[in-house]
């Protein structure tokens, strides 16, 4: 996925088209996060990709009207 604001975010998804994350990079997120769990949840949504999701979501729906996309920070 690709966001001119946020830039390029690989993930894989399996056959419902929902995002995995294998055990590694779990892992290395619990490391990462160092016992905080707000900082786990927040790279777990970063691994998911949730940012470029979201922006993606209005194109899902079938939004007609580009201009109502919402813009990255």
Do not use: C, T, Y
């Amino acid at each position: 996925m690709f966001h001119s604001g946020l830039g390029l975010k690989r993930v894989a998804l399996d056959g419902a088209g929902e995002v995995v994350i294998r055990a590694g990079q779990i892992e290395r997120l619990i490391a990462l996060a160092a016992g905080n769990m707000q900082e786990f949840q927040r790279l777990i949504r970063l691994e998911q990709g949730q940012l470029w999701m979201d922006l993606l979501e209005p194109l899902r729906r079938g939004l007609v009207n580009l201009d109502q996309l919402p813009r990255a920070v």
